[in-house]
């Protein structure tokens, strides 16, 4: 089966026209467009969502691209298609594709027991006889808790990617590798770790230079930089029983780093993740090869 060439990129004019804060909807997709706003601006109202961005992407064309609501509700600043926000884990993809791109130059074995590269930096305990892997990590079937007990999103205390990693010796795993699928955005912070470490460079930073420069991502990074904060959407939260104070009225979402950075802290725009998309639809270039990417589509431990 063919991937089909038309995308969204949603985030609660041809990608040369540059960051535009609104690429109306070309002839093809007036239709849609129109629909797709009803849509949201019922869901905003809805789930009392103060900002909304969306493009639509066919190909190498953003073929509709705004943004809904405020990216600040207190002072009234319109949310567009260049409001940035944090992305969760869709960072996860940027992570993988680094480590990718290790494979491709056969510095990093998938395949290999991650102890090779962390040592007793990760060391969770296993009573079980396979070694994690990255392919294991990777697929969300290493059997590792679901969440560190440093830097998770709870954990305002400013943890580093490496107390994150260090904190999940005190973890034992949940089921034996490779033998159930579960969800662990601990395990794509190790992935990201193994990056910082084999690579002797801080996460953020060699992403920005190996992955998101090449990309031609300008309005994304993982981390806060001063270009990108002044667009950053503001962000709200409600408790578990969909009230915030005790007014019922939202609360501001805590704006701390994790320290699982790379399961899910990349700040982005809608127009660098329709660029993405165009590059996946092209093969990968220029940040892996065609059959490396053609790989990553294919289902692990099915």
Same mark, same amino acid.
Request: hydrophobic residues 45%; negative net charge.
């Given at each position: 089966m063919r991937l089909r060439r038309i995308a969204v990129a949603i985030i609660a004019a041809p990608l040369s026209l540059g960051a535009q804060p609104t690429v109306p909807a070309t002839t093809?997709?007036?239709?849609?467009?129109?629909?797709?706003?009803?849509?949201?601006?019922?869901?905003r109202?809805?789930?009392?969502?103060?900002?909304?961005? /969306?493009?639509?992407?066919?190909?190498?064309? /953003?073929v509709w691209a705004r943004g809904f609501g405020y990216q600040n509700p207190k002072d009234s600043t319109p949310?567009?298609?260049?409001?940035?926000?944090?992305?969760?884990?869709?960072s996860k993809l940027f992570t993988d594709i680094g480590i990718m791109q290790l494979v491709e130059r056969g510095t990093i074995? $998938?395949?290999?027991?991650?102890?090779?590269?962390?040592?007793?930096?990760?060391a969770p305990r296993n009573a079980f006889v396979d070694s994690i892997t990255l392919r294991q990590m990777m697929s969300h079937r290493a059997g590792l808790v679901r969440e560190p007990p440093a830097g998770?999103?709870?954990?305002?205390?400013?943890?580093? $990617?490496?107390d994150m990693v260090a904190s999940l010796n005190r973890t034992a795993l949940v089921y034996p590798p490779t033998t159930h699928t579960k969800y662990s955005n601990a395990a794509i912070g190790v992935v990201g770790y193994v990056l910082e470490a084999s690579q002797h460079a801080p996460f953020a930073t060699y992403l920005q230079r190996s992955v998101l420069q090449?990309?031609? $991502?300008?309005?994304?990074?993982?981390?806060?930089?001063?270009?990108?904060?002044?667009?950053?959407?503001?962000?709200?939260?409600?408790?578990?029983? %969909?009230?915030?104070?005790?007014? %019922?009225?939202?609360?501001?979402?805590?704006?701390?780093?994790? %320290?699982?950075?790379?399961? %899910?802290?990349?700040?982005?725009?809608?127009?660098?993740?329709a660029r993405f998309m165009s590059v996946l639809f092209d093969g990968g270039a220029p940040v892996l090869k065609r059959e490396t990417l053609e790989k990553m589509w294919i289902p692990q431990y099915a």
């Open positions: 093809r997709y007036a239709a849609v467009a129109a629909a797709l706003e009803r849509l949201i601006e019922h869901e109202a809805d789930k009392r969502l103060p900002a909304v961005s /969306i493009a639509l992407v066919d190909g190498h064309d /953003i949310a567009t298609a260049e409001t940035v926000y944090r992305v969760g884990s869709v074995d $998938l395949d290999a027991p991650v102890s090779r590269v962390l040592g007793a930096r990760f998770n999103y709870f954990d305002p205390r400013g943890s580093s $990617l490496g090449p990309l031609g $991502l300008r309005s994304s990074a993982f981390e806060p930089l001063p270009s990108l904060t002044p667009r950053l959407a503001s962000a709200f939260m409600w408790t578990v029983d %969909g009230h915030g104070t005790e007014d %019922g009225v939202p609360f501001p979402a805590p704006t701390f780093q994790l %320290g699982m950075s790379p399961a %899910g802290s990349m700040y982005a725009t809608v127009t660098d993740l």
